[in-house]
């Protein structure tokens, strides 16, 4: 197997592509045409995002509306902008609406994907002679706060019958969590692909546990719900939505295809991209957001929330417009499979 070096620099690029860690966002409110008289949807992405997947797949010919992107680090940023009024709709993943809908911020979902949790990893060095969650007990474990992977890390520890308190929560964003993994300064690391499969290709970790079993793998599209009051902007996020349902049937049929594509747009080496394709990215099935769904959000904010990590208790379901579900289905249905991740 080809290895790769483990550097601060191949995480410049990879950090853009982070869909629950910290950053800058976008300030002001959008505007609904570009000045001539054209329909314009306000799109958060980030690097390698929907705007990439949609290009990739074909499905920005023909647009009845035109985009305009604005690319954010990661999902709480992008979502601060949706709460702004600057952003329509963005993707991100199942743990930033619950920190944006504790803030009390402006937001709804309206789509969900469910893909493969594998990606989302403890990872521990090679020679860790750390075997299971339960040996974490006293170790540091490096994560982003509010990330899909923080809710995975207290997940997995309440499974090996730990609390976060028996373990030494380190809270770093992922260039800062990769140079303590790699010079020993924490004992593991909470990280999701792409960051898992550039770490398993170098040879320097493996995966102490993953999110099978303890993370319910969804993916949501966030709208603003000044937008969705839009008669005509709702349409086109309901077309947006209906693209980029295509795009992930397209990804998971031509997974060479969108590796390509994906490391050309984000500097990630094809090995990279295609293993994390192939484990997680290219596993997602869009399905309903239905009350399983739901269910399985409000457990992450109540989680949350007795560890006082967001302010206030609240109804999940208060932040849901389930008109674009159509006749998808379930959100407990199966993510793909490509067999055995590569």
Not at 121 to 133: M, Y
């Amino acid at each position: 197997m080809k290895s790769f070096r483990l550097s601060a620099a191949l995480l410049v690029p990879l950090a853009l592509l982070a869909s629950a860690c910290s950053g800058a966002s976008a300030a002001g409110e959008a505007s609904n045409t570009d000045g001539k008289g054209s329909l314009v949807l306000n799109v958060g992405d980030q690097k390698g995002g929907a705007e990439a997947l949609l290009r990739a797949a074909g499905e920005l010919d023909d647009l009845p509306y035109r985009v305009t992107w604005s690319t954010f680090t990661s999902g709480p940023p992008l979502l601060e902008a949706v709460n702004a009024k600057a952003v329509d709709i963005g993707s991100v993943g199942n743990t930033p609406p619950v920190f944006a809908a504790g803030a009390g911020s402006k937001i709804t979902v309206v789509a969900a994907s469910h893909g493969d949790p594998a990606g989302e990893a403890v990872l521990v060095p090679k020679d860790s002679p750390l075997r299971t969650a339960r040996d974490l007990k006293g170790k540091k474990v490096a994560v982003a706060q509010g990330s899909s992977a923080h809710f995975q890390l207290v997940a997995a520890l309440a499974k090996a019958g730990l609390k976060p308190s028996d373990v030494q929560v380190t809270l770093l964003q992922p260039a800062d969590a990769l140079a303590a993994f790699t010079t020993g300064k924490v004992d593991a690391w909470a990280v999701w692909d792409p960051y898992t499969s550039q770490v398993l290709l170098s040879g320097k970790g493996r995966i102490l546990t993953d999110g099978r079993g303890t993370v319910n793998g969804l993916n949501f599209q966030v709208a603003a719900p000044s937008a969705l009051a839009d008669e005509e902007k709702a349409k086109a996020i309901g077309d947006f939505v209906e693209r980029l349902r295509r795009a992930q049937d397209w990804v998971y049929e031509h997974p060479e295809e969108w590796a390509t594509a994906w490391a050309k747009e984000t500097g990630l080496p094809y090995e990279v991209a295609l293993a994390s394709v192939k484990r997680s990215n290219g596993t997602r099935v869009p399905v309903a957001l239905d009350e399983a769904a739901i269910a399985s959000e409000q457990k992450i904010a109540d989680t949350f929330a007795e560890l006082k990590l967001i302010p206030r208790k609240f109804r999940f379901a208060d932040y849901v417009d389930t008109r674009f579900n159509k006749d998808l289905p379930p959100s407990t249905t199966a993510a793909r499979s490509y067999g055995k991740a590569s």
